[in-house]
């Protein structure tokens, strides 16, 4: 069965670094064609994807936030992380990991349930 | 980037009722469209991936189709669950997009 769950600060200040963790199970990053993705959605808004990491260490990031952005994995220990540099109050969204298994076809095939992440002076 | 415009933003439906929604691409994606459900607390799951084809577990009454830049999404008869969001997604070039979402609700 395949589980992700999102953790992260609940609440930081402008100009500070935001660093997720996805803890999931059931599968391995370390898997030919798994990877991970990370996906925000402002509340009422819709869907923006930042960043994937691939079982081969290969890292894609959203260009329009590529400089803040850093997306890795731990493999031993079933993780991935992303940080997102110098947030101000547009970054504040609700967090999503996603399995990805290119072995069948480039979607997100599993999904986290979010964690809120506001950010506020 | 490649933008997807869905519509309509919501929609209005009774049970029973055979409803589409549509998704338009700015260009060209080769039939890369996925579709995606969201539930009011904030579950999110897969229905269609390559257009056309059926996540499993998800139930026959959705399906997909389109080509080019049209693509569509179509639940055959509304069940009580189908009241969500729904959202398309091109990954036919990077960054990947999504659609702003299609809000059905029940009328």
């Known amino acids: 069965q395949v589980t992700l769950k999102e953790s992260g600060p609940g609440i930081l200040q402008p100009s500070q670094t935001l660093s997720l963790t996805c803890t999931f199970s059931?599968?391995?990053?370390?898997?030919?064609?798994?990877?991970v993705g990370w996906i925000r959605q402002p509340s009422g808004k819709g869907l923006e994807w930042l960043a994937n990491?691939?079982?081969?260490?290969?890292?894609y990031y959203n260009p329009s936030l590529k400089n803040r952005l850093t997306i890795s994995k731990d493999t031993s220990n079933n993780q991935a992380f992303l940080k997102i540099t110098n947030v101000d109050t547009a970054d504040t969204a609700t967090y999503y990991c996603?399995?990805?298994?290119?072995?069948?076809?480039?979607?997100?095939?599993?999904w986290g349930q979010g964690v809120m992440v506001t950010v506020s002076s | 980037d490649i933008q997807m415009t869905q519509t309509p933003s919501s929609m209005p439906a009774s049970l029973g009722e055979r409803v589409t929604i549509s998704c338009r691409a700015s260009?060209?994606?080769?039939?890369?469209l996925n579709w995606y459900q969201q539930k009011p607390d904030g579950t999110i799951k897969p229905l269609i991936y390559y257009t056309s084809n059926l996540q499993s577990g998800v139930p026959s009454r959705f399906s997909g189709s389109g080509s080019g830049t049209d693509y569509s999404l179509t639940i055959s008869s509304l069940e009580p669950e189908d009241f969500a969001m729904y959202y398309c997604?091109?990954?036919?070039?990077?960054?990947?997009?999504f659609g702003a979402g299609t809000k059905l609700e029940l009328k």
């Open positions: 990491i691939w079982w081969d260490d290969d890292k």
């Open positions: 059931g599968f391995s990053l370390s898997t030919y064609g798994m990877g």
């Open positions: 996603a399995r990805i298994n290119d072995n069948n076809s480039y979607y997100f095939d599993y």
């Open positions: 260009q060209g994606i080769s039939n890369y």
């Open positions: 997604q091109q990954y036919d070039s990077s960054p990947n997009t």
